[in-house]
């Protein structure tokens, strides 16, 4: 494949079906992209300071060949950007632009501004247009897929929110040239998630290639092409996550607890990483259970450490709070049901499964065994960052 090649993924949902165009010099075309689905549309853009600095002027040039000149609103990079105060300035600025009901919200930016214009979309006139233009990796390969818009509380991840599909999602792949590395390691986590949960090719693939999905070309767009048809089968199965769309939250049990822990403070923890390391620890606890063989969790696990990406409760900076605070952010996970826990665990490479009792007293065992600051003696990695 060229690299130049766009490719389009259908996330079929019958009369809200839309479109995921992949590839280059898409910032550009996003005028023609829109108007062409949204005739005659007004536009809100919502950014964060690095993506405005880096690409907000590229993208204005493109809407203009739309015909479209937007209100931009401008907001802190971040996950502490996930709050009500950003959510309403968010909806103050796209009220003040005197937008209507059948106007577009535009999300440019990483999973934190796709979440939270999402979720400002979705309830401002009960519903307007939305259009992801996914600017990190990890927004490329899942968050501007699938409609899941919200934000966090002190109490746990993305407490409040709702589903909002978008109209199109734009993924230019040249944008991620200016992504920060660690950034493009935490977007990896989500990417090699796919492979985890039921594409065991993908996983080895990855393996074999990752290098190049780092370097950029056409394995970057085939493997960001490959987690967006991954993650448009799921949702187009399942939207509202009432069964296998919960596959989708491989490692995030953990990792969200820990971004919690870690009172969404970015420079601690993001989330890609969270997830790496609830992945990690979703194969030992499945191993710990005798699900799935130790190997398959050390294979996990160095793969992650391969390409540099964090694996351990003990790999983030700082102090965390004890097993039983861990728990305490579990149980308040969406996916708990009459006070049971819900786990992603799994049987091995693209094995997983929802395993849906899942006794606290295990997990918190397992916490406490896994936790740096309870650990009596454990051999093994110095604490700090890989790579
Ligand atoms: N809705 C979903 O289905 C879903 C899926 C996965 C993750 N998420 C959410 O996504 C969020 C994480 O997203 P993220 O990892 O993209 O974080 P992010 O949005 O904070 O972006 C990461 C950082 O990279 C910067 N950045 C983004 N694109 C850039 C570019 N092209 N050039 C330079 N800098 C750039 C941002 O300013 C930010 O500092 C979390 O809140 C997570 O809960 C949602
Ligand atoms: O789209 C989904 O479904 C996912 O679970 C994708 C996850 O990567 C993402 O982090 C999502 O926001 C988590 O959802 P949540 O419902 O656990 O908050
Ligand atoms: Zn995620």
Known sequence: MSSNATVTVEVGLGDRAYDILIGSGLLLRAG?????????????????????????????????????????????????TKSFTHLEEVVDGVLAARLERGDVVVA?????????????AGIVRRGMNFVQIPTSLL???????????????????????????????????????????????AGYAELAKYGLIDRPDFFAWLEENWGKVFAGGPERTEAIAEACRAKADVVARDEFETGDRALLNLGH???????????????????????AIGMALAYRFSSRLNLASPDDAARVEAHLRAVGLLSRMADIPGELPDAEALLAFITQDKKVSRGALTFILTRGIGQAFIVKDVPASEVLSFLTENHPGQQKSRPGRPRGRPG
Not at 108 to 120: H, K, N, Q, R, S
Not at 152 to 178: C, M, W, Y
């Open 32 to 80: 023609t992209e829109i108007s062409r689905r949204l005739p005659g549309t007004r536009a809100a853009v919502v950014t964060d300071i690095n993506v405005a600095a880096a690409h907000l002027e590229t993208l204005k040039a493109g809407l203009e060949k739309g015909g479209i000149r937007p209100a931009v609103i401008t907001l802190p990079a971040g996950e502490k």
């Open 108 to 120: 440019l930016g990483g999973g934190v501004i796709g979440d939270l214009a999402g979720f400002a």
């Open 139 to 185: 927004a490329q390969v899942d968050s501007s897929v699938g409609g899941k818009t919200g934000i966090n509380s002190a109490r746990g991840k993305n407490l409040i929110g709702i589903f909002h599909q978008p109209k199109l999602v734009l993924a230019d792949t040249e944008v991620l040239d200016t992504l920060p590395i660690r950034e493009f390691r």
């Open 253 to 275: 049990t953990f990792g969200h607890a820990l971004e919690a822990a870690t009172q969404y403070d970015s420079a601690r923890l993001v989330h890609g990483e969270g997830v």
